[in-house]
């Protein structure tokens, strides 16, 4: 059963902005008379309509289940948790299957985390992933319906990043870590395949986006070589942004590189 106190405790409402309280069995309202249903699954949609962008797909995430929970990206989901932890309430911004987000949960004793995402899918699953997990469907490009200074952590993995939202749902003196792909990763996957690329200076990008709003804290450099079969070549494809390309498709590799970037900033 859902935990509408603790899942209300997150969220503010996305019409007018004042906070959210449980009203009913599945129902969060604000003081102004706004209501917004909790589905069942246990997360609540505050999404509303015209956003431009499509959430992950079923597919997507199968592929994503199978790289993460295989073990495949295990040392960045290491990495990340020691970055951030301990943080009593954790945000994941694009939190897919809410993969990362439990990683830093087990490392801070008696955690909470809000698996943010624009897929209900995903954030379904993230929230069937684990008692400690609620879900919020939202779109990261808009003002996030989350209360100010909210937040110990926000977790960004391979997602987009409104960073002044993050910068106002974050406490101050909180953390928001970054994971950003480096030019060589999966790369032996892209050098005769038709995967898109990667931007050789995607760190350093995010690092000055962030300067006006944030001080940098560390930059960690995880990179590791990795045994390909089909199975995970295919899924490694097809959990990305390639997979929204019909004629993307990975090259005949046995092994690659896994490299990123795992950043972490505190706010201004």
Not at 223 to 232: E, F, V
């Amino acid at each position: 059963m859902t935990d509408l106190t603790r899942l209300a405790s997150w969220l503010r409402c996305p019409v007018c902005e004042l906070d959210l309280e449980p009203v009913d069995r599945l129902t969060l309202g604000c003081a102004n008379g706004h209501r917004h249903d909790v589905n069942k699954r246990g997360y609540v949609s505050l999404l509303g309509g015209g956003s431009k962008f499509a959430g992950d797909t079923a597919e997507m995430l199968d592929a994503r289940d199978m790289v993460l929970e295989g073990g495949a990206y295990a040392p960045i989901a290491t990495a990340l948790a020691a970055a951030v932890a301990p943080a009593a309430h954790v945000l994941d911004a694009g939190a897919g299957t809410g993969y990362y987000l439990r990683a830093v949960l087990a490392a801070s004793s008696g955690a909470a985390g809000l698996a943010m995402d624009l897929s209900p899918t995903a954030v379904a699953r993230a929230v069937r992933s684990s008692p400690d997990v609620d879900g919020l469907v939202a779109d990261t490009w808009r003002p996030l319906p989350v209360r100010s200074h909210r937040a110990d952590a926000v977790l960004d993995v391979f997602a987009p990043r409104n960073l002044p939202e993050f910068h106002r749902v974050l406490r101050p003196g909180g953390t928001l870590a970054v994971v950003v792909p480096r030019a060589e990763h999966l790369a032996s996957l892209r050098e005769a395949g038709t995967m898109l690329d990667i931007p050789t200076d995607k760190a350093e990008d995010v690092i000055a986006s962030a300067d006006a709003l944030y001080a940098p804290l560390a930059r960690e450099h995880v990179a590791y070589d990795l045994a390909l079969d089909d199975t995970l070549r295919l899924a490694l494809a097809g959990m990305g942004p390639s997979a929204r390309h019909a004629a993307a498709s990975p090259a005949e590799a046995t092994e690659t590189t896994v490299s990123v970037d795992v950043l972490t900033f505190t706010p201004r």
